[in-house]
Structure formats: structure tokens, C-alpha cells
């Protein structure tokens, strides 16, 4: 009987205990809920909280990042040791600008948010504010960065060398068959408007190449796999910047890239790049802006490699085949 009343002793100071917290947890609860919407004084006490989420959150970013970079730059290492009595040598310094406040060098790639890249550099360096680096148009960004970022060759030797040394050095791809349909339709698809430069030039030239004389119409209409042939084929006039391979244009196994971001990845990659250099004020503009085109989007490059022929498709995957493998992209499943 003894033990039953110590029991039940015991069962009620636990139960009390139990109900005494929850009471206690329900009273500070309701004081928290107060505090929020009647405290001016606490405030400050809630936004230093907030911050420091903030920056154990940009914390995690960077270290996870950080990972991600490495990863990347040992695999491009590994290929590139690889595959060295292959792949093509340096013979010149590509366009590389330089940010010497931030102490940053881009290469620059065509159809991998180059044009943005170059936006960011031009506010960088002071030429205009943010809001105008958006609003330039991309003829106007091409003329500025020409004459106001710092290109890299034109250093001297000595400065060249310390820069490749100690600044932060990245470049931005992209898988090879969505740059290819990206300069396809950004520089050579039949629009409503008069015919370009170089729809005139290549456009047309391309036509009367790969399209059986009957067949050929007045009106320009080029369609992707004919201009797929013509990147294919040993001809000269193929080697434009805009689909020319991205190892023949930064020549990532001559400057060891610390950063190689991916146009796939592109916000969380420049986040990182941007934040790294001291500039994590800055906000890359993202993936909403004109010099972007839905041809990244899988199912729209399905589409059209379904009319690409199973042998063009493997001669062009030989023809990038250092893209693919230096960069780690694989031929998607059509």
C-alpha cells in the first residue's frame, strides 16, 4: 500500500510538472507574440537575430559552393591531364576583363551570360549605376566594355603574370547543344523583322549549301539542322565566337579557372563568385533578361535535335567532345 501511494505520488509531480511547462511554454508564447506586434525597444533584438540567420545561411552557401568549385576545377584538372596531347594549346590570351578593385578576371564566352557578365563589370568599375548597366542595350554594353574595363593582354607581362596569380579567375559554360540553339536563335533564325549582318552573310550562305537548289525559297528561312551541318563541317567560316568550343575560347588548361560556373547554375554561381570578391552587394541580374532565350529549356532542345541525324549528332559531340568532357555535360536523351 506503501509503495502505491509513492507511486502515485510520484505519477502526480510528474503530471504537474508536465502541465506547470506547458503552461509556462503557453504564458512565454503569448508574451513572444506581444512583443512582436507591440515592442519598438525589442525590435533591434529581432532584426540582429535575423541577420545572424542571414549569415550563417550565406555561411552554408559559401561553404557548400566553395565544394562545388573545387569539385569542378579537379575535374577539369583531371581532363585535362587526360587528355593533354589533344587538346588544342594556347596561342594568345583570350578576352579576359579585370576588376582590379575587386580583384576579379572573366573570359568571356559567348551565349553563357557574357553580356550580363559585362553589365556587372561595367557597374563594377563605376561607369554606370546599376539600374543604367541594366537598361543599356546589348550593343551599347559590347561597345562599353570595349573601351572601359581593363582587358588583361593589355598589361604588361609582369602585371599579367601577378594578376593571373593572385586575382579570383572564372569563366561561365554552358551545355553545348543549348549554346548552339542559343546562337541559332539569337543570331540566324528567320524573325518577322529584315534580315541581319549575318543572316545575310552566313544565314543565306548556309542555305545554298545544305538545302537541295528546288527546295530553296525568296524569303529566308533557315532551319537549326541545316545550320547544325554547317558547324559540323570543316568549313572555315565556322569558327565564329558564338559557337566556337568554350576550351578554344578560355583555354582551361593553360589558365587554371578557380571559379568555372555554369550558365545551368548561373544565380547561385555568381552568387558565390560575387560575395567571394567582396562584392556580394551586388545582384546578378539573373535569368529574366533579354540575352537569355528558351532555348535552355530541355524540352525545346529535344525538339529540335529530333530533326538532327543520329550521325550529325555524333560528329558533333566529337567536334565538342572537350566541352563536353572538360566542363562534365553529357548528351541529353532525345
Known amino acids: 500500500m506503501k509503495r502505491l501511494t509513492t507511486f502515485r505520488a510520484f505519477t502526480f509531480t510528474v503530471v504537474f510538472l508536465v502541465f506547470s511547462t506547458l503552461f509556462y511554454m ?10 512582436r ?42 581532363m585535362c591531364k587526360k587528355y593533354e596531347a589533344d587538346i588544342p594549346k594556347m596561342t594568345h590570351l583570350p578576352h579576359l576583363l579585370v576588376d582590379e578593385k575587386y ?16 553589365r556587372v563589370f561595367l557597374y563594377l568599375k563605376g561607369y554606370v549605376d546599376y539600374p543604367h548597366a541594366l537598361a543599356l542595350s546589348r550593343r551599347s554594353v559590347n561597345t562599353a566594355w570595349k573601351s572601359k574595363i581593363p582587358q588583361l593582354h593589355k598589361y604588361s607581362p609582369e602585371k599579367q603574370k601577378e594578376i593571373l596569380e593572385t586575382y579570383t579567375k572564372f569563366m561561365f559554360v554552358r551545355h553545348p547543344f543549348s549554346r548552339l540553339l542559343s546562337a ?9 523583322n529584315k534580315t541581319t549582318a549575318m543572316q545575310n552573310q552566313v544565314g543565306k550562305r548556309i542555305i545554298r549549301k545544305f538545302r537541295l537548289k528546288s527546295n530553296i525559297s525568296e524569303t529566308y528561312d533557315i532551319r537549326f539542322e541545316e545550320f547544325f551541318e554547317f558547324v559540323i563541317s570543316e568549313m572555315r ?29 548561373v544565380d547561385n554561381d555568381a552568387k558565390y ?22 532555348s535552355s ?14 550521325p550529325h549528332i555524333a ?20
Open 37 to 78: 506586434r507591440k515592442s519598438v525597444i525589442l525590435q533591434p533584438m529581432n532584426v540582429e537575430t535575423n541577420k545572424k540567420t542571414r549569415e550563417a545561411d550565406l555561411d552554408n552557401f559559401m561553404s557548400k559552393y566553395r565544394i562545388i568549385h573545387e569539385l569542378r576545377a579537379n575535374h577539369t584538372m583531371q
Open 237 to 265: 567560316s565556322t569558327d565564329n565566337a558564338h559557337w566556337r568550343a568554350a576550351h578554344r575560347l578560355c583555354f582551361p588548361c593553360d589558365i587554371h579557372y578557380d571559379i568555372i560556373g555554369k550558365l545551368e547554375d
Open 103 to 118: 580583384k576579379l578576371v572573366y573570359c568571356q564566352i559567348p551565349k553563357a551570360a557574357s553580356t550580363t557578365w559585362s
Open 273 to 294: 563568385i560575387l560575395t567571394k570578391s567582396g562584392a556580394g552587394h551586388v545582384h546578378f541580374p539573373g535569368t529574366s533578361g533579354s540575352y537569355f532565350t528558351n
Open 26 to 35: 503557453l504564458i512565454l508564447h503569448s508574451k513572444e507574440d506581444v512583443i
Open 184 to 192: 541559332f536563335n539569337d543570331k540566324l533564325k528567320a524573325s518577322k
Open 297 to 310: 529549356h530541355l524540352d525545346e532542345l529535344r525538339k529540335h535535335l529530333s530533326r538532327v541525324s543520329p
Open 315 to 334: 560528329a558533333f559531340y566529337n567536334k565538342y567532345k572537350f566541352d563536353f568532357t572538360l566542363f562534365d555535360y553529357e548528351i541529353p536523351t532525345i
